[in-house]
């Protein structure tokens, strides 16, 4: 009897998005790892379209450059909620599905603490950021051709957060440096179950499987913060690569019986995994200017997420890379209105999918290069303000999505798209 590919495999398993696992007759999916995904952090800053690097004045510098936390002058508590709503649209072969998701979760809780100093400046700060989101619920249903009935669905729950301890210094009255260590720790339950019948009458398949993951990490940014004039800052953050272990359970319940070649597959096991994930370095760069109000910032971020390493580079059967380097571009503007205690703030976001293939055949394993009608792009509106001097309330509404499209040799075309509205609330105390 084939060997099921994947089957103790649990990234290939559990973080796949769109594909399934088969026998070793088919081609195999690569992996989509939505640990890649990381939409940002920080009321404020993701009200300006995330764009803070040169600007990190509050305890999400641990998170974003953690040389901003030199600027505090004041003991700082923080507390944030997110509103999350995804719609996601899949349509396979002519037939389009639409599923929505929504979920509500505390999205950080933070502190920072400046000593007193004879010159210049020292502040250490706590933090847990919520990360990643593994959140998703996929439909996908068609028929037609040699296809008489197909149908996927996968549900999945769950998180990676960041658990941060770091401090800031001024080494000199025009230069910040910082340093963040980093835990990540989270984990998903997934349910998936896929459904396939050819109109031959004999190529069929039914899956149904489920899986508990638990995700470590541990990792660390570097930053600093210059100001180049005294209307104007460059921000800096490094960081470093992120080495995951995953571990977990799984059961599966799988018939296939198929005709290339004549296979005959009937498993039902439980079965445990631990895997090693490492992703690569990160760099941004941010500039951030300030003048009678106004606050304008721009960040860049680039990572080489082809250097992902699950036991060597993930690539496809013909070794072409199955991620692409990413460049996220940020611009953001925020207006602090005269003698009042508002300030409003709008931003813009530019952030490639990195994940090149999309499903197109899951029953043979086929996929295509995507092409995007749409990469994914968000816009961002926000304000604050500041009640009794010491407690400010900030909200920001993040809209976005993105649209991709792929065919098959067979001529089997997929096209998904996904929209996803946010909305985040926090309340920060200044002592």
Avoid at 275 to 301: H, K, M, V
Avoid at 360 to 374: C, H, I, L
């Amino acid at each position: 009897m084939p060997k099921l590919r994947g089957i103790a495999n649990g990234l290939v398993w559990v973080l796949v998005t769109l594909a399934t696992q088969s026998v070793e007759s088919r081609a195999t999916i690569p992996p989509d790892v939505p640990l890649v995904n990381r939409p940002g952090v920080g009321t404020r800053a993701l009200g300006m379209g995330g764009a803070s690097v040169g600007v990190s004045e509050d305890y999400h510098a641990l998170a974003i450059n953690p040389a901003g936390l030199a600027q505090l002058r004041r003991v700082e508590f923080g507390l944030e909620f997110k509103r999350k709503s995804i719609t996601s649209d899949a349509t396979y072969l002519g037939e389009t599905h639409s599923v929505p998701l929504d979920k509500t979760r505390i999205q950080s809780i933070g502190f920072a603490y400046p000593f007193p100093t004879y010159r210049g400046a020292l502040v250490v700060g706590m933090s847990y950021q919520r990360v990643a989101d593994l959140d998703q619920d996929y439909y996908r249903a068609g028929r037609g051709g040699e296809i008489q009935s197909e149908v996927e669905t996968i549900f999945e729950e769950g998180s990676v957060g960041a658990y941060q301890a770091g401090f800031a210094v001024a080494a000199s009255p025009k230069l910040n440096l910082g340093a963040t260590a980093t835990f990540y720790s989270g984990g998903s339950d997934r349910e998936r179950s896929f459904t396939y019948r050819s109109t031959n009458g004999i190529d069929r398949e039914r899956t149904n499987t489920t899986q508990e993951m638990d995700i470590h990490a541990i990792s660390g940014s570097l930053g600093a913060l210059v100001q180049l004039r005294p209307d104007l800052r460059l921000g800096l953050s490094l960081h470093l690569p992120e080495s995951f272990t995953l571990e977990g359970s799984g059961d599966d319940d799988i018939v296939r019986v198929g005709t290339e070649p004549p296979d005959t597959l009937d498993i039902l096991e439980p079965y445990t995994f631990s895997d090693e994930l490492t992703l690569p370095a990160r760099f941004s760069a941010g500039l951030a200017w300030t003048r009678n109000g106004w606050l304008a910032s721009a960040d860049a971020a680039i990572a080489d997420w082809k250097q992902i390493d699950y036991y060597g580079p993930l690539r496809t059967e013909e070794r072409e890379y199955v991620y692409r380097t990413e460049v996220d571009l940020r611009l953001g503007v925020e207006y602090t209105f005269p003698n009042t205690p508002l300030r409003l703030r709008a931003g813009y976001a530019s952030q490639p999918v990195a994940y090149r293939p999309i499903a197109t055949d899951v029953f043979r394993g086929e996929f295509a290069f995507a092409d995007f009608e749409q990469d994914r792009r968000t816009w961002a509106f926000g304000g604050s303000v500041l009640l009794e001097e010491s407690m400010m309330l900030e909200a920001a509404y993040v809209t976005g999505g993105y649209e991709r499209r792929g065919r098959s040799p067979r001529g089997v075309e997929t096209i998904e798209k996904l929209d996803q509205n946010d909305l985040l609330v926090g309340v920060t105390f200044r002592l």
